[in-house]
């Protein structure tokens, strides 16, 4: 198995203050050890596949 990080940094367009900085780390699983999924939330789904609206109101992320 192996990983890694991935830095994510964001600027503003217009001034380029910093909004934000993070880092994420992914792990790479073979194929030969993925022998179980794990579900995914049902309001985490719902949120993914309306893009961000819930009960027809954009969220706040989302705009």
């Known amino acids: 198995m192996r990983s890694f ?13 910093n909004v934000f900085e993070g880092t994420v780390a992914a792990i790479c699983v073979s ?4 022998c179980r999924s794990v579900p995914i ?3 985490l789904r719902t949120r993914l596949e ?3 609206q819930v009960d027809g109101n954009v969220s706040r992320d989302a705009q």
Request: hydrophobic letters at 30%; a negative charge.
């Open 5 to 17: 990080d991935f830095k994510a940094v964001a600027t503003r367009a217009d001034n380029g203050t």
């Open 31 to 34: 194929s030969d050890d993925r």
């Open 41 to 43: 939330p049902e309001a």
């Open 50 to 52: 309306l893009g961000g």
